[in-house]
């Protein structure tokens, strides 16, 4: 039996906002394993932990660069919220971007070694950003970044620096605007139903199962009818089918006017849309959270040890 630190169960509530009592119940039967110990609570507390699994905690800044049809979406990251606001380390982002998107590095390894000078810094952007970094005093990295010139339009929509889409498409470029609007607020993760990843399918349907066997087991323990199978094998479907309409981009109601889908939408505008990118700062990365109280009170203590 894997041991259950109170780190662990720190990590699990900051993701899920389950109770911490929960936490430890989901990691103890789930052995340590954190993913799936988020699933168990996603079947006993429903939609709440997954919409909290959501949230993003590592900072940074999402850039885009559009020239015609050729662009670039990228993420760069640093340690605090408070470098996302320094004129030097957006410079260094916008530059990267448009870097990107004229000259195609294959990996970010490539990207720094391209030719970029900037506050004194140079003659490449990784020299820029070593240099930005003892200026500053703080970390910072490019992560990941796409780079599009398939031969479609491009339309980019920035909300604040934290979240940024490319919609690359073909017709009437306010429709297109609309749609990276609507992809950065409603956060699909395919266009179409049948373009969902297979993994995130079985992994809902788990899910889905999970619930129905609560369920099975609280009629049971109150006296009450059980489901026969084949209905709670429609149940298990269903609420599959009604996820792949939740995460797929055209199935989804158009967020300016939720009485049409976004694939009614464009079709009324003439407008195709091939693809979308989506980057949310620090989306995957698990941020440090530091205990202040047990930090003030370790100094606290080691003040009155050398008193």
């Not at 340590?32 to 079947?43: I, M, Q, Y």
């Not at 050729?70 to 760069?76: D, F, M, Q, S």
């Given at each position: 039996m894997a041991a259950i630190t109170a780190s662990m169960v720190a990590e699990l509530r900051a993701k899920t906002d389950a109770p911490m009592m929960e936490c430890k119940k989901a990691l103890t039967e789930a052995e340590?394993?954190?993913?799936?110990?988020?699933?168990?609570?996603?079947?006993k507390l429903g939609n709440k932990a997954g919409k909290a699994a959501a949230r993003i905690t590592a900072e940074g800044v999402v850039a885009a660069s559009i020239?015609?049809?050729?662009?670039?979406?990228?993420?760069?990251?640093?340690e605090t919220d408070f470098v996302t606001k320094n004129?030097?380390?957006?410079?260094?982002?916008?530059?990267?971007?448009?870097?990107?998107?004229?000259?195609n590095p294959a990996d970010v390894a490539a990207l720094g070694a391209l030719p970029y000078t900037q506050d004194s810094f140079g003659p490449t952007l990784e020299d820029v950003r070593k240099g930005l970094i003892g200026k500053i005093g703080e970390n910072m990295s490019f992560r990941r970044f796409k780079r599009f010139a398939g031969g479609n339009k491009l339309a980019a929509y920035l909300h604040g620096t934290r979240i940024g889409v490319v919609v690359?498409?073909?017709?009437?470029?306010?429709?297109?605007?609309?749609?990276?609007?609507?992809v950065a607020a409603m956060k699909p993760v395919a266009l179409t139903s049948a373009d969902v990843p297979a993994d995130l399918i079985e992994k809902e349907r788990a899910v889905a199962a999970g619930k129905a066997e609560e369920d099975r087991k609280a009629a049971e323990a109150a006296g009450k009818p059980v489901q026969p199978a084949d209905i709670v094998a429609k149940r298990i479907e269903g609420g599959v089918q009604k996820f792949l309409k939740e995460v797929s981009l055209f199935n989804q109601p158009f967020v300016k006017n939720d009485k049409q889908t976004v694939e009614q939408m464009l079709k009324a505008a003439n407008t195709r849309v091939a693809g979308f990118t989506l980057y949310v700062v620090g989306e995957g990365i698990e941020k440090k959270v530091d205990d202040f109280a047990a930090e003030v009170a370790a100094q606290v203590a080691a003040a009155k040890g050398a008193a």
């Open positions: 340590g394993n954190l993913e799936k110990a988020e699933e168990l609570l996603r079947v020239d015609g049809t050729t662009g670039a979406l990228l993420e760069v990251n640093c004129d030097s380390f957006i410079a260094l982002a916008n530059a990267a971007a448009a870097l990107i998107a004229k000259h690359e498409f073909e017709g009437d470029e306010v429709a297109a605007k609309d749609v990276a609007m609507h």
